[in-house]
């Protein structure tokens, strides 16, 4: 028999599969103690990484979810001593114990060039599996933990996206776009225009891609409908015109753009600089608003009404028929009602799940402001929220004030509109 033979990382010289190879590597990694051959050993597994087909990707993921757990002899001894004695040394210690070496691993993995984008990667595409395999979720779980960190507003640079922005940066706000649909280089030509502003956050690991992205438009009064919004101007001097006489910036879409950072926030950041930055732009501008969806209106007044016995049944059969949005008459007939349902459907204690652009929003510390009849009656809003939208108003003097609110109790700030909608809900017959 012929004696194995060793390479530079201590691996067996006959060669394994590839995803055993993978699996090699990783475990030579965490072994690593040099931050040079370290570095060295993580540009070889990605490497192999990239050339594996799907399925051997999600094995090497099972294997990294699965193995690489805390010991459970040193864990177990370090909660006896914490319970035995609750310093601060010993809670320390318990928590280094407790502290999953598949971190230490996703660290150094983090360490090749190129590291930071593939370990995105892979968290969006376990996205999929997690349901079926909650074996995965650990693994999920860490990727999650690191980013946060590594994600820390203090890593972030806001920077304002124009038409002179690089073209493989603009390809992607066409891409990433997950409100309004971005229909080509006209419209995202509109979108940037002197009465527009567009702002994203990147990162210095990541400098090409948009973490997230916003669209404001400067406007006078508070926009309600998303039409005039997306309309096609192209007289660059009557925009420039329209922004020195706007007292309003709406905020009318944010879009995150990496799947494998959800759940890692950025917005309330994103929104809070963009105010600074258009008020210091734009001194005359008053208000700050968004025009928001309410993506989970129409599924729960479908809930609310499947069974025939709420008071308000006998809309439904009128929503599911024909094109009514588009027939004065009927649509006039559905307004009071569906207004007055989607305040309480707005306003429900936050513990119910509420629609989760309103708690993104009321969690940021904005006031629900106005709920409007038809803002966007493109097939998506239809199939949302039968085509209504909502205006969350960010006053800078209440916002604070606001989240405690949300927070601590659940409380919504709502102005007197809203309310007149909640009262005539109230005294429905």
């Not at 407790?98 to 969006?124: C, F």
């Not at 599924?299 to 009514?324: M, T």
Request: with cysteine; charged share 25%.
């Amino acid at each position: 028999m012929t004696p194995n033979t060793q390479t530079s990382n201590g691996l067996s010289g006959s060669k394994p599969a590839p995803v055993d190879h993978a699996k090699q590597l990783a475990a030579t990694l965490l072994s690593q103690r040099g931050e040079a051959s370290g570095a060295q050993v993580a540009r070889e597994l990605h490497h192999v990484l990239r050339a594996l087909d799907a399925d051997d990707r999600h094995s090497f993921q099972r294997y990294l979810a699965t193995e690489f757990q805390p010991d459970k002899a040193a864990l177990r001894a370090a909660a006896e001593r914490y319970l035995a004695d609750t310093t601060a040394e010993a809670a320390a210690a318990l928590a280094r114990a407790g502290d999953p070496p598949r971190q230490e691993l996703l660290r150094r993995m983090n360490m090749a060039p190129g590291g930071t984008g593939a370990l995105i990667a892979m968290r969006s595409e376990i996205a999929s599996s997690l349901r079926g395999e909650p074996e995965l979720r650990p693994l999920d779980a860490d990727l999650k933990h690191l980013f946060a960190s590594w994600f820390n507003r203090g890593f972030l640079e806001l920077r304002r996206i124009d038409w002179q922005s690089p073209a493989a940066v603009l390809e992607k706000l066409i891409a990433y776009e997950a409100v309004h649909e971005i229909k080509g280089w006209d419209d995202l030509r509109r979108r940037l225009a002197p009465d527009r502003r567009c702002f994203a956050f990147f990162h210095p690991a990541l400098p090409g891609e948009p973490l997230i992205f916003v669209e404001v438009a400067l406007v006078q009064g508070l926009a309600t409908a998303m039409p005039p919004l997306l309309a096609r101007e192209t007289d660059e001097a009557a925009a420039r015109a329209q922004a020195m006489r706007a007292d309003t910036a709406i905020f009318y879409s944010i879009s995150s753009c990496q799947d494998g950072l959800r759940g890692i926030s950025f917005g309330n950041f994103l929104i809070k600089q963009v105010v600074e930055e258009l008020k210091a732009e734009f001194p005359q501008l008053k208000r700050f608003s968004t025009l928001s969806p309410v993506p989970g209106f129409r599924r729960w007044l479908g809930q609310r009404l499947a069974n025939g016995s709420d008071p308000d049944a006998a809309l439904w059969p009128q929503l599911e028929s024909g094109e009514w949005w588009n027939d004065p008459t009927q649509s006039e007939k559905l307004r009071a009602p569906l207004l007055r349902l989607c305040a309480r459907y707005l306003t429900r204690p936050p513990s119910i799940r509420i629609d989760p652009v309103a708690r993104f929003h009321l969690g940021n510390g904005a006031r629900l402001e106005r709920i409007n009849w038809l803002g966007n009656s493109a097939p998506r809003g239809i199939q949302e929220s039968f085509g209504i939208m909502v205006n969350y108003l960010y006053d800078h003097d209440s916002i604070e004030n606001n989240h405690e609110a949300f927070v601590r109790d659940g409380t919504i700030v709502r102005s007197p509109e809203i309310d007149t909608l909640l009262k005539a809900y109230s005294t429905q017959p």
